[in-house]
């Protein structure tokens, strides 16, 4: 009797090269969870290149993809690691290769490379209604977190405020600033460094960064923005906060004022950032302040690797 060859190759580094097949498999994956989840009606596009290009870069050896014996993707795990905080996103498994363990099988591989360059935190996130997931990836190990809230403005304000771009900066001075970022997330969140999304942001043209200094020229917070559209063939109309880091919320707050203004001055329609609830007092101002709940996400970590306690505000996305 005939059957269908379930021969799995990989993993492999995923490559630039790649972003067309893995867009395919993506859409149709994530289109099908919709689809699972009675959001029948959902269609989720094809990724924008440039953000698939920044995640892969990124992620770099952590970037894992699978083939079947044709040699075509049937399952990929996007692992990131920024200093000790590691997470996986996005991951998918191909339609027709679902429920035969290879999930579990990139999932593993994702922890398993985490944990060889020594990272302290690992985690990822799902739609808190997909009973599924959640179910799925607590059997590999991981534990619910407080969720990871997507908060937007509409019309963001002009407010000028002394805050600068990284990448206005003379290269010895962008270097230096580089530092100062690296620095004041380590003391906020012990061993956290952001460094290589903040230069590849400005190396890919995605968006800048804002920072903000106090009066004696110390570092008070930067945030890592993008404006790059997520879709593919979709217009710039946001302005998404990807990494903030401030001493405390009134830093924070200062901050995301400044930001603001960056979105107000280009003319977009939208300013976004993904807050953990964990900060309850930064999010309770935000609502206060006018920004509207978009959407959800359930952060897990695995067991014996959580996030660490953080001495200020830490807000980093564990999506692309």
């Not at 893995?22 to 009675?38: E, H, I, P, Q």
């Not at 990929?76 to 590691?86: A, D, K, L």
Request: hydrophobic fraction near 45%.
């Amino acid at each position: 009797m005939w059957r269908p060859d379930r021969s799995v190759v990989g993993p492999e580094r995923a490559r630039v090269r790649d972003i067309e097949p893995l867009n395919r498999v993506f859409s149709d994956a994530f289109t099908d969870r919709y689809r699972k989840d009675g959001l029948t009606a959902v269609r989720v596009p094809f990724l924008n290149p440039a953000i698939w290009q920044f995640a892969i870069t990124d992620a770099g050896e952590g970037a894992m993809l699978w083939r079947d014996a044709r040699g075509e993707i049937i399952a990929f795990n996007i692992v990131h690691r920024s200093g000790g905080e590691g997470w996986m996103g996005p991951l998918a498994v191909r339609i027709d290769r679902q429920g035969s363990g290879l999930g579990r099988q990139i999932v593993l591989a994702g922890i398993a490379w985490l944990e060889s360059q020594g990272a302290t935190t690992i985690g990822l996130e799902t739609m808190p209604r997909t009973i599924d997931n959640i179910g799925f990836y607590s059997a590999l190990g991981f534990v619910p977190s407080p969720l990871t809230i997507t908060l937007q403005r509409d019309a963001p304000r002009r407010a000028p405020l002394p805050a600068e771009r990284l990448s206005a900066l003379a290269p010895a001075e962008l270097r230096h600033a580089v530092n100062q970022c690296r620095t004041l997330s380590d003391r906020v969140s012990p061993g956290v460094d952001f460094s290589r999304e903040l230069e590849l942001t400005l190396e890919l043209h995605l968006g800048d960064v804002t920072m903000l200094h106090a009066a004696d020229g110390a570092l008070r917070g930067f945030a890592l923005w993008h404006t790059a559209p997520l879709a593919k063939g979709r217009s710039v109309e946001e302005l998404r906060v990807l990494k903030l880091v401030a001493p405390d919320t009134a830093a924070a707050l200062a901050l995301i004022a400044a930001v603001e203004h960056e979105a107000a001055v280009q003319g977009l329609a939208h300013l976004s950032l993904r807050c953990q609830t964990r900060y309850g007092e930064l999010y309770a101002a935000l609502i206060a302040d006018g920004f509207r709940v978009q959407w959800t996400d359930l952060r897990l970590t695995l067991v014996g690797k959580p996030e660490h306690e953080s001495r200020g505000i830490l807000l980093s996305n564990w999506e692309i």
